[in-house]
T-cell receptor
Framework: AQSVTQLDSHVSVSEGTPVLLRCNYSSSYSPSLFWYVQHPNKGLQLLLK??????LVKGINGFEAEFKKSETSFHLTKPSAHMSDAAEYFCVVSSTGGFKTIFGAGTRLFVKA | DGGITQSPKYLFRKEGQNVTLSCEQNLNHDAMYWYRQDPGQGLRLIYYSQIVNDFQKGDIAEGYSVSREKKESFPLTVTSAQKNPTAFYLC??????????????FGDGTRLSIL
């Protein structure tokens, strides 16, 4: 069985400070893991993906995530937040064991000036 | 530019009415999906299709129907049997690749409300 838990429903940071969005997953098979971003009234845009290559994955807009198998985590980070980063972020798990993709409930990121 | 087009952007449904949401892609992807998004919740899968003329129910298929007559198109009908249709509907597509490694590409959604 697969599941994904985003540990914070809301995160608030000041512009220029680091961002940390936390995600834990559970999967019976070797998982693929993704982070997507959604701006209001828009579809989801892929930020980055992990597919069993390097454990530190770099994505677009300065975001990166580290796959930690021992902790079953895939946290999203960015060194310095920008106002345009304010959006909702989804952690997603998918596996080759079945045609199934599970979306986390989302974390809304607020960026203060 | 390749992408997914959903129309209309906003849709209103009257009591007892069926409405159809359009989803067209020019990415040459085999697989297409419909999701429902409610405030504060993640995406829930309604239907998916891995190939033309074939589709499977997702987690919340009741009250919805789909067709997949062309590779590019995957329309979703919200029937009168769906008693709580107010939501944001997202269409996505992907290439099957190795298992489910491939990320999904999303349209910009249709917001459906009840009149």
């Amino acid at each position: 069985a697969q599941s994904v838990t985003q540990l914070d429903s809301h995160v608030s940071v000041s512009e220029g400070t680091p961002v940390l969005l936390r995600c834990n997953y559970s999967s019976s098979y070797s998982p693929s893991l993704f982070w997507y971003v959604q701006h209001p009234n828009k579809g989801l845009q892929l930020l980055l993906k992990y597919t069993s290559a390097a454990t530190l994955v770099k994505g677009i807009n300065g975001f990166e995530a580290e796959f930690k198998k021992s902790e079953t985590s895939f946290h999203l980070t960015k060194p310095s937040a920008h106002m345009s980063d304010a959006a909702e972020y989804f952690c997603v798990v998918s596996s080759t064991g079945g045609f199934k993709t599970i979306f986390g409930a989302g974390t809304r990121l607020f960026v203060k000036a | 530019d390749g992408g997914i087009t959903q129309s209309p952007k906003y849709l209103f449904r009257k009591e007892g009415q069926n409405v159809t949401l359009s989803c067209e892609q020019n990415l040459n992807h085999d697989a297409m999906y419909w999701y429902r998004q409610d405030p504060g919740q993640g995406l829930r899968l309604i239907y998916y299709s891995q190939i033309v003329n074939d589709f499977q129910k997702g987690d919340i298929a009741e009250g919805y129907s789909v067709s997949r007559e062309k590779k590019e198109s995957f329309p979703l009908t919200v029937t009168s049997a769906q008693k709580n249709p107010t939501a944001f509907y997202l269409c996505a597509s992907s290439t099957p690749g190795q298992g489910t490694y491939q990320p999904q590409h999303f349209g910009d959604g249709t917001r459906l409300s009840i009149l």
